[in-house]
């Protein structure tokens, strides 16, 4: 489930990407910004490293608007290279699903701790050295 989610969201999250109904508003990646992250869902690849999905459920009643977590993401300025964490948030009646791109760094949802947040998919990630 977490590996349909990671492809799933990564193709709603794309700035070409269109919806029928015109209350759902996303936060659309910004491609320049990254490396290629969907030629693995066409060439029976693994997906990119650095890709992780956690699935949260809302409070009765709470819509995704409502739902007040952040996923603290950092821009990276590392060898002259400049890298921009991005993340992609959706609702779906209860639950909250978040798929976040971020290479070479671990990081963990807000409320993953107190298992309010679970983890479906961890990418391999290539820390780098200092």
């Known amino acids: 489930m977490g590996l349909w989610l990671v ?6 999250a794309h700035p070409k990407a269109r919806t029928s109904d015109p ?3 996303k936060r659309r990646w910004d491609l320049a910004a990254l490396p290629d992250l969907y030629s693995w869902t066409i060439n029976d ?3 990119p490293s650095g890709l992780s999905v956690w699935l949260m459920k809302r409070h009765e009643g709470e819509t995704a608007r409502e739902a007040k977590h952040r996923l603290p993401l950092p821009v990276l ?3 002259h290279q400049t890298i921009a964490f991005q993340s992609t948030r959706l609702g779906l009646r209860s639950p909250d ?3 976040v791109y971020h290479p070479g ?14 983890r479906l998919w961890r990418g ?7």
Do not use: N
């Open 97 to 99: 699903i978040s798929l």
């Open 77 to 79: 300025h590392y060898d």
């Open 45 to 47: 690849l693994p997906p």
């Open 23 to 25: 209350s759902v508003t």
């Open 105 to 118: 760094w671990e990081i963990e949802h807000p409320f993953e701790s107190e298992g309010k947040a679970a």
């Open 124 to 130: 391999t990630h290539h820390v780098a050295s200092t």
């Open 7 to 12: 492809k799933t969201w990564l193709l709603v």
